[in-house]
């Protein structure tokens, strides 16, 4: 397949800016963003249902630990285990890569979890229902800053993009299938909010969320090489086995009878 059959060649630098000593890098700047953009809409709840926003501050900092520490360890258990065991240390050098969104959302639920314990708190499902909003959100940035890195590459394809810090065939850019899904899913969940927050039972919209992002995230993977290499003859990629999991778990949300 020719170059020149691609829709347009893309060798953007992951570096934004260079200061010195210090670089701004785009993935960097957009997960950044994920965070800020989250919080000020998880405000924008609290205060719509006249809860304390003082309580976001130590929420903001379990849901960013969570979110690091799952995601960090989820790269390094499920897509190069064998690697990260014979180089330990490389464990916590997150700068180099190495995030898997599965992890991430293991470590969040983990997170809120812990932090829905201590009194005065709101349930865990409850945070979870109104902080998955922000978090389809999110996953809509970050997918583009693997854009920018020219990373989670798509499979070769006719009419597509050229990612020549990767090689010089038109693969699919999947990376944008994906933060468009994630963009339109948050745009549904916050209409769902918005129109039934007093009628939806705990727990119900992070089922959504959780079959709607996960069920998008199994399809789209037949439109990616595979990241882990233990894994290139497997019937499904490690992406898919890991979603079924969140998907029956969401399924398990929606149709559970409420305590209530």
């Not at 039972?201 to 709607?212: A, H, N, P, V």
């Amino acid at each position: 397949m020719e170059s020149e059959n691609a829709l347009f060649h893309w060798n953007a630098s992951p570096q934004l800016i260079e200061l010195g000593p210090v670089s701004i890098h785009w993935y960097g700047l957009l997960f950044a963003l994920a965070f800020i953009i989250g919080l000020q809409i998880m405000r924008w709840i609290y205060l719509r249902e006249q809860r304390n926003t003082a309580e976001l501050d130590s929420l903001f900092l379990y849901v960013l630990a969570g979110t690091i520490i799952g995601a960090r360890l989820g790269h390094v258990l499920f897509y190069d285990p064998a690697y990260y065991l014979s180089h330990p240390l490389e464990i916590l050098m997150i700068w180099k890569g190495g995030l898997a969104s599965h992890g991430g959302t293991l470590g969040i639920i983990i997170a809120v979890y812990l932090y829905s314990r201590k009194p005065g708190h709101p349930t865990s499902l409850w945070i979870l229902d109104r902080f998955c909003m922000t978090a389809a959100l999110g996953g809509a940035l970050i997918r583009i800053g693997n854009f920018f890195n020219s990373e989670i590459i798509g499979l070769p394809v006719n009419g597509g993009v050229v990612f020549e810090r990767f090689d010089s065939l038109p693969r699919h850019p999947v990376q944008l299938y994906e933060s468009f899904t994630y963009l339109l899913i948050f745009i549904v969940m916050l209409i769902i909010y918005r129109s039934m927050t007093t009628t939806l039972k705990d727990g119900r919209l992070f089922g959504l969320f959780l079959i709607m992002l996960f069920s998008s995230r199994f399809f789209l993977e037949f439109f990616k090489i595979r990241q882990a290499q233990y894994a290139q003859t497997m019937e499904l990629s490690v992406g898919q086995w890991l979603s079924i999991p969140l998907i029956l778990f969401g399924l398990w949300l929606m149709l559970r009878k409420s305590r209530s």
